[in-house]
């Protein structure tokens, strides 16, 4: 399945562009700004929302780095590789910069994300060309921040000021002129109190805030009329929200869900990424009562040792993950798992590992993440005993990857036959051909006229292929009649 939790990958400014498509200013003198993304799902929402706040200053999106005024990296590090990426990159704008330079043209270059969070000034110690330095919680200052760069400053900015951040985007995300896709990302809730021992988020993000139910059903309302037909809401630790509902009560997230459900339009919401000690009996319930809430979570184990687990200090164990899949899958049944794994977290043994195999294997995944563990620096994990050799690492990665695919592709290849409803996106790679989603998350190929992108048809499967699915329209059907229907076996 293509989305990823979190990712080494990068998406490029086209998270971005699609926002400025229809600018009204299009000439040439405007200022370009050039914006990649790295890390997870919260980075390309916050992408979006660094592309808000420099469209009133002038900026439109551009897909060409040698055009742009200013180039954004917003940045990832979960892990070595990640944040490693970010200086070859710089290396590769230094140079883009010194060509702009001969024409006499300028060029800023900012660092935003969780790097520019974790590693602060080093950043531009490090790469000189870096102009400014701005946290994950800071992005509503960047129209200041950029002038502060203009006077000639090198501006590092990693104040922590996430309700600040959560008003300031609200507004701008009012603006009419932005043009989403029929699937989009909400932030609900960012932070993370978890301290789970290999990882960063909680120094990258700070602890856990919630926006409030008036802020999300306002930017979900929008969302709605503008297009949107899917909201993946988007958390680090989604399902520990708790935000404030208008009467001051607090609201969970099973509850947030019941009232998004009741957004016209809104046919479809997903949430991401849960924690398995935050799955309260309201979302479950969320998930056998609400039709527009799709039968896929991802639900991160990372192990199924019980040993690791409290290494990990995931505060929770093996069989404790197993009674919630199983109380999930009873209010859920044709819901399908995800998760994330790391391997060779120190004082990983063989058997450790069998019993993350193992836990696999009873589970059933539809799909799954998986990851060398990384030593992060200032995380516990980094100074643990028990590092593990590499090859080691590798060499399990390899088989849990191998049983995880056998896994997915049985999951795929049980949707042959079966008709349901497809969230038709974007155009496919040959003509005539669009793609859309399957409830479970899937990619779905068929034949259909570029007008039905942005609505919900019903689709019969039809061939099941490595990393889609293809089907076709199912004829006579009308988009709102079918709108989610129980997905039903064809046979
Ligand atoms: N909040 C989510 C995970 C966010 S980070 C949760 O609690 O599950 C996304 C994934 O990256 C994690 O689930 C984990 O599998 C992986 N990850 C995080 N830190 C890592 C590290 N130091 N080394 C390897 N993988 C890591
Ligand atoms: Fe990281 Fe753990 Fe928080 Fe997830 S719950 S973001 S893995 S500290
Ligand atoms: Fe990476 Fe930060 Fe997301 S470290 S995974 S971009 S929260």
Known sequence: ????????????????????????????????????????????????????????????????????????????????????KVYSELGRIR??????AKSGKDMMVGVAGCVAQAEGEEISRRAPIVDLVVGPQSYQKLPSLL???????????????????????????????LKRPPAAFLTVQEGCDKFCTFCVVPYTRGGEVS?????????????????VREVTLLGQNV?????????????????LLRRLSEIKGLDRLRYTTSHPRDMDDDLI???????????????????GSDKILKAMNRRHTRDEYFQLIDRIREAAPDLALSGDFIVGFPGETDQDFEDTMD?????????????????????????MDGQVPEDVKSERLAKLQALVSEQQQAFNASRLGMSFDVLLEKKGRNAG???????????????????????????????????????????????????????????
Request: glycine fraction near 6%; charge should be negative.
């Open 1 to 84: 399945m293509t989305s990823r939790p979190e990712a080494d990958q990068e998406t490029t400014a086209s998270a971005v562009s699609q926002l400025d498509d229809n600018a009204t200013d299009l000439s040439s003198n405007k200022r370009k700004v050039f914006v990649r993304t790295y890390g997870c799902q919260m980075n390309v929402y916050d992408s979006e929302r660094m592309a808000d706040v420099l469209s009133p200053e002038g900026y439109q999106a551009t897909e060409d780095m040698e055009d742009a005024d200013l180039v954004i990296l917003n940045t990832c590090h979960i892990r070595e590789k990640a944040a490693e």
């Open 95 to 100: 140079k883009v910069k010194e060509q702009r």
């Open 147 to 177: 002038d502060e760069v203009r006077k000639g400053k090198k501006v590092v900015e990693t104040e922590f000021d996430i309700d600040a951040k959560f008003a300031h985007l609200s507004e701008r995300a009012a603006n009419p002129v």
């Open 211 to 227: 926006r409030t139910v008036d802020q999300i059903v306002n930017e979900a309302e929008r969302m709605a009329a503008s297009g």
């Open 239 to 255: 399902n520990a929200y708790h935000g404030e509902a208008p009467d001051g009560s607090t609201w969970g997230l099973g509850r």
């Open 285 to 303: 319930a969320a998930h056998r009562d609400l039709k527009s809430v799709m039968p896929y979570l991802h639900l991160p184990v990372q192990s």
């Open 359 to 383: 836990l696999i294997r009873r589970v059933q995944y539809g799909s799954a993440f998986s990851f060398k563990y990384s030593q992060r620096p200032g995380t516990p994990g980094a100074t």
């Open 433 to 491: 051909q669009l793609v859309g989603k399957s409830p479970w998350l899937q990619p779905v190929q068929l034949d259909a006229p570029e007008s039905l992108i942005g609505s919900i048809q019903a689709v019969e499967i039809v061939k099941i292929g490595s990393n889609s699915l293809f089907g076709q329209l199912i004829d006579g059907q009308d988009d709102k009649d079918i709108s989610g229907a129980i997905p039903t076996p064809a046979a």
